[in-house]
């Protein structure tokens, strides 16, 4: 039995779902401001905030990244992850103070979740079920639309849905009283400095004896994929996001161009094993869960 702590966005679904979500203030009665609105306040926050420097690229092949020295090497990255909460921040605070999705009661929301089950990736609740814990840390905004979305794909798909370990979920979670959202958030989980954070607080409560699995596909991913007490996964077909793979594993990761497009191009290579890590943890790219569970056995 293995630990499984996972993104959400583009990791266990097949497609962004922010995106998704934004839709809900839309329903009934309709909601004034159009969305452009919100995704304009975001880009103003890159102007408005200054972002801390970042050292690039994160791995350094003749260091290994151990217990003693990973948050020594990797100082720069955490200081640039931590530096975009206030961009964050900037759009979170419009929504709260326009009451974007006050008042939305969380029933739609699983019914809204309920439509959407086909855009979980199929090849992932074969390994959810094979897990001794599953935990869910993301930037997405809703608790209850992860856990819903995620069990309406099971029960469509599983014989057992009930023998699945129960989700911990964590996420910039929109907060919830008398069965609605009140328009607020919870605010923990905003960058990749914070997934660090609570992936560490977690690790505390595993027993020392149990594999961990960090699995993700995004920069905000990388400081908990690189941990050390991890096995780490990006998971990110670059046949699908060419620019966003190479991206980070060219220019933000800096691993060997040749093995990297190599990697890319070759469709009968669907995990690609990377030597960074120096306390028997892993460090792995793979193409889709399915390559995924041929690894973790």
Known sequence: MVVLICDFDETITSQD???????????????????????????????????APRSLPLLDPHTPLTAANYRQLLQAEIRYQDSLRPIELHSVHELERLHAF???????VATYAHSLCQIVRQDFLPLWRRASQLH????????EFIKDIIYSAARHSLDDPENLPVPIIKCNNLLVRNGSYTG??????LTGADKLASLEKTLHSIPSDEPV????????????????KVNGVLLLDPSQNYDKFNKIAATILGLDLASTQKFACDPYQQSWSIPCKGNGSHFYLVKSWTALSRIIR
């Open 17 to 51: 779902t922010i995106g998704l979500l934004a839709k809900l203030p839309y329903v009934d009665p309709p909601f004034p401001p159009p969305w452009s609105h919100f995704t304009a306040t975001y880009a103003d926050g890159y102007s408005l905030y200054e972002r």
């Open 102 to 108: 006050a008042g939305i009661p969380t029933e739609q």
């Open 136 to 143: 869910i840390l993301s930037v997405n905004w809703s608790h």
């Open 184 to 189: 607020l958030f919870d605010k923990s989980i």
């Open 213 to 228: 699995w960090y699995i993700g596909d995004s920069e905000t991913d990388l400081l908990s994929i690189l941990h050390p």
